[in-house]
């Protein structure tokens, strides 16, 4: 969230070291995001062995979005201040005691004290508010769009917790499962601290946090991108977490099945993420977030009549992983130009809770407006569909989104 991510540096320092630090921070975003995810695949589990309810199941998966989520605000700002290399260390380091507390939860068969777990494994989900400022600091205006997207590939953390999580429970167990990705997450906690380096273009910032964070609040860019990142990111982060229950209930896929799906489903998201940013860098981000959300609009409502061939609803699923991912590299690329520019870091990181609150409900909407009669979803499907068509709308007020950046035109920070 620094916006010493601005400073006159020289292009030749930058490039000295930003790809490394780019990849290893992607790489540790994909085992936070791994870590952060790690219920979802294994619900239908929780579901079997405690008697939940698809409420109970509901809250279950979304609650470690929450806290992600909110978390996120106070962890970009002392992203700012301290540095994502720190940062990266310490979020990873109380992550990995987290997952091993969330397989004693499970084992105990309390649905309360999993779910408790579960809230404060939610802090797994912060290493994006680390991960945007510290990959963007690297990168120079007209490359951070890319920066930011390919970072943002970090997502992929959840196709492989989807894909890999209820294959580890098979081969090793449950708690051995979670041994291993405990083990993975603290060893990149230690390589975060020995071999990640901060841009030379960041500097600690002598002025206080909170008041930065009160002003981001009242600008008017900084609710509308939130609005356009919840939408996006939310749904997204939505379907990474609750796809392996919606296939289960819908279409009696098994837990492996419906993680393998569900893997494809996020993999789809992660390939589009940096070529929307990209996009966005050439194009401007408008064009990209108007074709993301008419996508998504068009491409909910055909799930929403379930149906039966795969063939089908899993094309339209992937196409909608893909529309999700190209919308969520447009916004982000979206920041730097619509936000002041000392504000860009601030905003940046409300936007980013913004979009892991987003994911937040819709799980709880999905479990509470399931048919489970008619086997159908087609309230809480229609009910993105809704959104993603106000998302369209607002995208045609929100400022500077064109294909030239206004600001680098008339020669403004």
Sequence with gaps: ????????????????????????????????????????????????????????????????ILVGSVARIPVGALTDRYGGRLMFTLVLGATAPLVLLTAVAGQTGSFAFTVVVAFFLGIAGTVFAIGIPFCSAWYERSRKGFATGIFGAGMVGTAVSAFFTPRLVAAVGYFPAHLVIAAVVAVMAVLSWLLLRESPAWSRPTEPTWPKIRHAFTLKVTWQLCFLYGVVFGAFVAFSNYLPTYLGNVYDWDATAAGTRTAGFAVAAVIARPIGGTIADRVGPRAVTLASFAGTAVLAMV???????????????????????????????????????????????????????????????????????????????????????????????????????????????
């Excluded at 320092?13 to 290893?24: A, E, F, I, M, Y």
């Design 1 to 64: 969230m620094s916006s010493a991510a601005d400073a006159p540096v020289s292009g030749a320092s930058l490039k000295d070291g930003q790809l490394r630090n780019l990849v290893l921070a992607t790489i540790a975003s994909t085992v936070g995001f791994w870590a952060w995810t790690v219920i979802g695949p294994l619900s239908s589990r929780y579901v079997a062995e405690m008697d939940l309810s698809p409420g109970q199941a509901s809250v279950l998966v979304a609650m470690p």
């Design 303 to 413: 799930v929403a009549f379930r149906p039966e061939e795969e063939r089908v609803y899993g094309t339209a699923f992937l196409a909608m992983a893909v529309f999700l991912g190209l919308g969520t590299g447009g916004v982000f690329a979206w920041v730097g130009r619509a936000a002041p520019a000392r504000d860009v870091g601030t905003v940046g990181g409300i936007i980013a809770a913004a979009g892991g609150l987003g994911g937040y409900f819709p799980p709880l909407v999905m479990g509470a407006t399931y048919d489970a009669e008619n086997r159908s979803y087609f309230v809480g499907l229609s009910l993105l569909a809704v959104f993603a068509v106000l998302a369209f709308l607002l995208t045609f007020i929100v400022r500077n989104g064109g294909r030239v950046d206004q600001r680098a035109a008339a020669g403004t920070g």
